[in-house]
């Protein structure tokens, strides 16, 4: 499968540049994408759609940084967007949606749960309802099986493909979930909102502290989240030259991608 990493979100979040790492994945049944980033409604109304958020990570909001445009400019269709995978319902990860109501939204029956049905006080505050208004074509999974490089449970998404996997990373939200793409000559495992910086990883690039604080305010099960980092540190110790492991967030890493993916990029 050919992977385009595309940034379809600049944010200015003070001491810490960050954009909004998605996929655009090639398959023989039509184009995938991972998260969707910022989208076309949210630049038409970003008080409705985003509230205040907006004021605290300062997203450009530029039309031609959304996932419709960009798929576009490689030559496709909204249409040809089948499936959409998403690693949680935050709204910088689902603002994209709207713009491909035809594609099956997958996403882990826990996210769907803590979003649809919000039980605490930080899930009644991070989910809003006007991004899910177009009633998206939700599919719920609910991964307990095979392991996938050390996590625990994993299912493979054969209804999209054969090299797309659905691996519960919680912590960040109730139900988050990494999403690994066989690019041909190397996986790529998206982490989400998992980690927001490679220092997280490499124990020893300085992290900003607007992204420490950050991850431990909006964490709904910090522990959870600590240890996932733990493993995802782990992967990164072992440099394992088929895995390329990327955030939604960091601009290096997502340079990184783009450069060793060689598909075209936004």
């Known amino acids: 499968m050919k992977?385009?990493?595309?940034?379809?979100g600049t944010m200015r979040l003070p001491g810490a540049p960050l954009v909004c790492h998605v996929l655009?994945?090639?398959?023989?049944?039509?184009?995938?994408?991972?998260?969707?980033?910022?989208?076309?409604?949210?630049?038409?109304?970003?008080?409705?759609?985003?509230?205040g958020i907006r004021r605290i990570v300062r997203p450009?909001?530029?039309?031609?940084?959304?996932?419709?445009?960009?798929?576009?400019?490689?030559?496709?269709?909204?249409?040809?967007?089948?499936?959409?995978?998403?690693?949680h319902f935050?709204?910088?990860?689902?603002?994209g949606l709207a713009d491909f109501p035809d594609a099956q939204v997958h996403v882990t029956a826990a996210e769907a749960h803590g979003a649809l049905s919000p039980s605490t006080r930080l899930e009644k505050s991070r989910y809003r309802s006007t991004q899910l208004s177009h009633h998206p074509k939700l599919v719920r999974h609910d991964p307990t099986g095979e392991?996938?490089?050390?996590?625990?449970?994993?299912e493979q998404l054969t209804g999209i493909d054969d090299g797309i996997v659905l691996v519960p990373m919680p912590g960040h939200t109730r139900g988050h979930a990494a999403v690994a793409v066989d690019a041909g000559d190397h996986w790529v495992l998206h982490c989400g909102?998992?980690?927001?910086?490679?220092?997280?990883?490499?124990?020893?690039?300085h992290v900003p502290a607007a992204l420490r604080i950050q991850?431990?305010?909006?964490?709904?099960?910090?522990?959870?989240?600590?240890?996932?980092?733990?493993?995802?540190?782990?992967?990164?110790?072992?440099?394992?030259?088929?895995l390329t492991v990327v955030c939604a967030h960091d601009p290096t890493l997502f340079n990184a991608a783009r450069a060793r993916g060689g598909g075209a990029s936004m």
Not at 90 to 95: E, Q, R, S
């Open 215 to 242: 991850e431990r305010l909006v964490a709904h099960d910090i522990k959870a989240l600590r240890a996932n980092q733990t493993r995802l540190a782990d992967l990164h110790k072992d440099a394992e030259a088929d």
């Open 60 to 87: 450009a909001l530029d039309p031609h940084e959304t996932a419709l445009h960009q798929i576009r400019q490689l030559g496709f269709r909204a249409e040809d967007v089948t499936h959409i995978v998403v690693t």
């Open 147 to 154: 392991q996938w490089r050390g996590f625990a449970a994993a």
């Open 90 to 95: 935050d709204l910088d990860h689902i603002g």
């Open 24 to 51: 655009a994945v090639e398959t023989g049944k039509g184009l995938v994408l991972v998260d969707s980033g910022f989208g076309t409604q949210d630049i038409a109304e970003p008080a409705r759609r985003l509230g």
């Open 3 to 8: 992977v385009h990493h595309l940034n379809c």
């Open 193 to 205: 909102d998992a980690f927001y910086h490679p220092g997280t990883l490499d124990g020893t690039t």
